[in-house]
């Protein structure tokens, strides 16, 4: 490493031999040191020869997901590998350079660039930079993207054209596996939201967190978590290990598919742990509805035996909602889902 690169990074707010008071955990938040086992467990789905026979099979396969973990993991997925690895390289290159050369507000239809001063409402920092844009409309969002690295815009948006056609056929396939009417996933997903998350490594990650406990309000979530671990996802009262596959996206159920398939599909809470050893690098795809959209329990999914369990709300007064009870996860599930469910 050169000694240019070495003042660089000397200079990021990571670069501590011990975890500052501002970034250490109340002992109830943080992971401890007691480790977490690998989890063989959450569902890999290969979306190869989706039009064959094998297609009701694949869905009754993420259906089963959705309801035990909320999570399951999609192979053969169709995403290139030169787009996903090419958005990779150019978020950590990103990632690496000055913060002061990236850091930038901008308002809500632009891009902002938190850097380590995202925090939790005690005020502790998480063990994280970000970035985080809109990605709908394309063409009009893209004038808001970084400007450097130089090619940024060009290959982030590849990769969200890919990610779109996916994130349409994981819907589909959802719909059609809930026994909704062909399109009423897909008809709501209209707007797509990256959140790019580096994880520094961590000199105590018993401490630390990459990000609390929450959950998505999304309708579904598209992750590629790169090449270490570190996510982890609420079980049956315990943390499981979300495992690498190499390759594969992460997918998770949203809370508006949790109202919409009236409870049966889970919004599972999850947290990013970090590690002593190397940087983590992921790029979350957030598929949501417009601020507008009407979200409620699926007509077809109701009766009286089966009474829908969510108010109706559009997604703008979900996200208000949930703003009121602040970026803590644990007033998400007490507050906002007890607040709309009847
Ligand atoms: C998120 C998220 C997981 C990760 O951004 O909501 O859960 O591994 N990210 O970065
Ligand atoms: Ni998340």
């Avoid at 009474?307 to 644990?330: C, I, R, W």
């Amino acid at each position: 490493m050169s000694t240019m690169e070495n003042h660089v990074s000397d200079s990021k707010w990571f670069n501590v031999q011990s975890v500052p008071q501002s970034h250490a955990f109340s002992i109830e938040d943080r992971p401890g040191n007691d480790p977490i086992p690998a989890c063989k467990t959450i569902p890999i789905i290969d979306l190869a020869n989706l039009k064959t026979s094998e297609r009701i099979d694949t869905l009754q396969q993420i259906i089963k997901a959705g309801e035990e973990f909320g999570f399951f993991q999609v192979i053969n997925h169709g995403l290139p590998n030169d787009v996903m690895n090419g958005a990779m390289e150019v978020l950590k290159e990103l990632f690496d350079m000055p913060a002061g050369e990236v850091c930038k507000e901008a308002d809500t239809d632009g891009w902002v660039y938190m850097g380590s001063t995202s925090h939790d409402i005690n005020g502790v920092h998480l063990w994280r930079d970000n970035i985080k844009h809109q990605c709908h409309p394309l063409e009009l969002c893209m004038q808001f993207w970084p400007q450097k690295p130089s090619r940024y815009r060009e290959v982030v948006a590849s990769y969200i054209v890919e990610i779109r056609t996916l994130s349409s056929r994981i819907l589909e396939l959802i719909c059609e596996g809930l026994g909704l009417e062909k399109g009423h996933l897909e008809a709501m997903s209209q707007v797509q939201f990256l959140t790019a998350s580096n994880y520094p490594p961590c000199p105590n990650p018993g401490l630390t967190l990459g990000l609390l406990k929450h959950v998505d309000h999304s309708l579904i979530t598209i992750l590629f978590q790169g090449d270490t671990e570190g996510l982890q996802v609420l079980k049956d009262g315990h943390w499981i290990g979300v495992d690498l596959v190499p390759e594969a996206f992460v997918v998770n159920i949203g809370s508006q598919i949790e109202i919409i398939s009236n409870g049966k599909l889970k919004s599972a809470e999850h947290r990013v742990v970090t590690n002593p050893n190397s940087a983590r690098t992921t790029i979350a795809t957030f598929i949501n509805p417009l601020p507008h959209c009407i979200i409620e329990p699926a007509k077809c999914l109701v009766n009286e035996s089966n009474p829908p369990l969510y108010n109706s709300m559009s997604f703008q007064e979900f996200v208000d909602a949930s703003k009121a009870f602040g970026p803590h996860t644990d007033a998400l599930q007490n507050g906002v889902f007890h607040f709309l469910k009847k």
